[in-house]
């Protein structure tokens, strides 16, 4: 399933190619993925030109200015739509490139969009064996009822080892299912947040209130840190991921203890090993040795 780390990179990959260009087309195989698609306002935003590729969580949003709109349209949009909303879901992938005269479908594309940039002409493609991605618009003065209820982002200075101390006290929860909690801080999904535990030296399991001052400014640090080096992994592997047919998975980074259950500790050696076990239907690893 693309992850923060994935989806951040898709953006950096996104947002040279299509800022300043001009949404010219769109095409819907389907009306649906997760959700409806609202069709007739994704088209409306034909003529929009994108002004940015932001990611708030896991959504992508192509920022739109409607600009004069279509040529037979003058009337003044308000509301108009402000951003397309782009979801992967558990198996979505975009393919980015010039446009061609209409290349084949593929298997499970669903949509796409043809864009003319300074560069050039470009069509960015939309495949979901699965379909739990999303494709949806944000209106403009109007909140979307998925980003409303987000915590902030891992990389926002807002969120600090003060705050998760603060917002844990007295909380009986396991500390790894908080920072799972997308209420709490967005994007620590749950091999980072086992990664995050085992760097902090916290055990995942630890009831969220008995977590001390110190150790959430380790555990914030701790989940930057791995986020930061996936999103660096993902430059090399980033082929992988947008253009080629194999299966995008995670990015190559070394782990410490997700998927390592028996192996020894990287920080306590040969005297502990790497425990599994299941919190709230996940798999989740930890050092017993070394995560208090
Ligand atoms: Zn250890």
């Not at 980072?192 to 995942?204: D, G, M, N």
């Not at 592997?237 to 080629?244: I, Q, R, S």
Request: hydrophobic share 40%; glycine share 10%.
């Amino acid at each position: 399933m693309p992850e923060l780390p994935e989806v951040e990179t898709v953006r950096r990959w996104l947002a040279p190619a299509l800022t300043g260009g001009r949404l010219v087309d769109v095409t819907l195989r389907r009306e649906d993925l997760r959700y409806p698609i609202p069709v007739r306002a994704v088209s409306g935003a034909v003529g929009g030109q994108i002004t940015a590729v932001r990611r708030r969580a896991k959504y992508l949003l192509l920022d739109v200015d409607p600009g004069a709109g279509p040529t037979q349209d003058t009337e003044p949009r308000s509301p108009h739509v402000a951003s397309l909303l782009i979801h992967l879901g558990m198996s979505g992938r975009c393919w980015l490139g010039a446009a061609e005269d209409a290349p084949p479908w593929r298997d499970h594309e669903h949509w796409r969009m043809a864009f003319d940039t300074p560069a050039g002409p470009q069509l960015l493609r939309y495949q979901d064996a699965r379909r739990f991605g999303a494709l949806d618009v944000v209106w403009s003065a109007t909140p979307h009822r998925l980003l409303t209820t987000l915590g902030p982002e891992p990389f926002d200075p807002a969120w600090t080892g003060a705050r998760l101390y603060a917002e844990t006290r007295g909380r009986r929860a396991a500390i790894k299912a908080v920072l799972m909690d997308a209420k709490r801080v967005v994007g620590v999904g749950n091999i980072y947040a086992s990664e995050a535990c085992w760097r902090a030296r916290v055990h995942p399991l630890k009831p969220a209130g008995r977590v001390g001052r110190a150790a959430c400014d380790r555990l914030v640090r701790s989940a930057r840190d791995v986020l930061t080096e996936a999103i660096d992994a993902g430059g090399s592997t980033l082929k992988d991921f947008v253009g080629g047919d194999e299966n995008p998975g995670y990015f190559q980074q070394r782990l410490d203890v997700y998927g390592r259950d028996g192996a020894p500790c990287h920080r306590c050696g040969e005297r502990s090993q790497v425990t599994r076990t299941v919190l709230l239907a996940r798999a989740t690893f930890f050092c017993a040795a070394c995560q208090r």
